[in-house]
């Protein structure tokens, strides 16, 4: 027997090497499907063009400050954006957002494989649960989609789980952290608060639920309407007042979208429902819940960020299975939960995919858009004080600046004077809705001061160049070599 162990060593290491290997491919071709869907012009205003815009003037002193001076507060209490918006002191690419997002998801991966061995579960257990993690199409979805806050629990969650098994007191931290994503978010970090306090005997983490609970409801109750002058959360989001959820609930359209995403998510994790059918029940039911009684078609079949909370809650409950089965379980049960883990990730991926190998691979998340350099080259050079009009499909490669609105909300506005600045496709200018631009050219209130690679910008007053050039060319000079293939 003893003859024997090196040679199981080295089959384990082989294992969970070979997991780990596949877990970075993936993290990799994730972050290029991500590139390729910016690059196709999948990024716009909403949701990336506040998140980007919101961050960027925090970093620059103006606090959450988004569009043509509203701030994010009066749509969510996203107070943990402050501290994650340094990272355009760092750099103002407009690709930035989605590749940090990319990052604290494998971070997330990461603190789920070392949580999980901290409570015992072998090295191949943990790296199947971090290729489960991010080899799952919903995973894939939420980090494809733009930027959002509530993706942001990718990493939270497991920071969360991984703080309370590894270090107790400072639990408080990423806590904190989970609360202020959204209004909200508290529910998913105290449920999660809740499944650790048993097994971890910890009457802290019971304590520290509570606390949770309680600030999700004074938000809601109280501090919104106090940052708001006196409007509720339920007059700015109206299908929750109105009840819009409950007429749609039951219809057979929303069934057909609540019923095939659902029972494929579910039936992913059918180990934890038998092996652990409480913990499994209490950690999946707030964020299912949350889908289902959305009045959003996409919500509802637990899609792009939607599903970032669902996942995240599931990582942490497969992590603390595994962690007790390596502590007695029987021995064919702890083979057989990492092997499930990776066949119903692999299965899941090439079913439900993004990406190749996959059956639904879309080209918009496989190759890039050869119009993605010129793009950003223009952006580029804008000046990033003052307000752009854009068109929406170009918003997220300039949306990092002071004031942006997109045509349709300039439109909306009712504005009779010109912006700043205008960005858009040079055809544009032929088309109805940019005929407000063609009139002021006309007129002589305006003037284009880059014409590349047919894109426009179209300042107000009209000059020959535009105003900073200089101050934008390390902007340019970066976004070249990001891009240069």
């Avoid at 043509?68 to 957002?97: C, K, Q």
């Avoid at 007695?328 to 899941?348: K, Y």
């Avoid at 993004?354 to 496989?366: G, L, T």
């Avoid at 300042?459 to 105003?467: I, N, P, V």
Wanted: with cysteine; charged share 15%; proline share 5%.
């Amino acid at each position: 027997m003893i003859g024997k162990l090196p040679k199981v060593n080295r089959l384990k290491t082989a294992l969970a090497a070979a997991c780990g290997l596949v877990a970075v491919i993936v993290a990799l071709a994730t972050l290029r499907s991500a590139w390729c869907a910016f690059s196709n012009k999948l990024f716009r205003l909403v949701d990336y063009g506040l998140y980007a815009g919101a961050m960027w003037n925090t970093a620059h002193g103006r606090v959450l400050q988004i569009l043509d001076g509203e701030n994010y507060v009066s749509r969510h209490l996203s107070f943990s954006l402050v501290p994650l918006s340094a990272i355009f002191w760092v750099t103002d690419h407009p690709f930035v957002l989605s590749f940090f997002q990319w990052a604290l998801a494998v971070a997330g991966a990461g603190l789920l494989f070392a949580g999980a061995r901290r409570q015992g579960a072998g090295a191949p257990s943990a790296s199947a649960l971090a290729l489960f993690y991010l080899l799952l199409p919903m995973t894939q979805g939420a980090l494809l989609a733009e930027f959002h806050g509530m993706t942001l629990l990718l990493f939270a969650l497991p920071w969360l789980y991984f703080t309370a098994v590894t270090r107790p007191a400072w639990t408080w931290l990423p806590l904190v952290f989970t609360c202020g994503l959204r209004e909200e978010s508290g529910l998913l970090a105290a449920v999660t608060l809740f499944a650790l306090a048993r097994p971890l005997r910890s009457m802290r983490l019971v304590w520290m639920g509570v606390a949770a609970v309680a600030y999700v409801g004074f938000a809601l109750l109280v501090l919104f309407p106090w940052l708001n002058e006196g409007t509720s959360i339920f007059v700015r989001r109206p299908e929750i007042e109105q009840g819009t959820q409950w007429a749609l609930l039951f219809s057979p359209k929303v069934l057909r979208w609540r019923a095939v995403p659902s029972l494929a998510a579910i039936s992913l994790l059918l180990p934890l429902m038998l092996l652990r059918p409480g913990r499994f029940a209490l950690l999946s039911a707030l964020p299912l819940l949350t889908c289902y009684l959305s009045s959003q078609p996409r919500q509802l079949a637990i899609t792009l960020h939607y599903a970032a909370p669902f996942v995240a809650a599931m990582g942490v409950c497969v992590a603390m299975t595994l962690g007790e089965a390596a502590r007695g379980w029987r021995r064919w049960v702890r083979i057989a939960l990492p092997i499930w883990l990776v066949g119903a990730a692999v299965i899941s991926h090439v079913t439900r995919g993004f990406f190749w190998p996959s059956v639904s691979a879309m080209k918009i998340y496989q190759r890039t858009s050869p119009e993605a350099r010129a793009v950003v080259e223009v952006a580029a050079q804008i000046p990033r004080e003052g307000l752009l009009v854009c068109d929406d499909v170009l918003a997220g490669f300039c949306s990092a600046r002071e004031r942006i609105l997109n045509m349709r909300m300039w439109a909306a506005s009712g504005r009779t004077d010109f912006p700043d600045f205008v960005f858009l496709r040079k055809a544009s200018l032929e088309s109805d809705e940019a005929g407000w631009v063609k009139e002021a050219l006309s007129a002589g209130r305006a003037r284009i001061v880059l014409d590349e690679d047919g894109f426009v910008v179209v300042e107000k007053g009209g000059r020959a160049s535009l105003r900073n050039a200089g101050d934008a060319a390390p902007a340019k000079v970066e976004a070249i070599a990001l891009l240069r293939r």
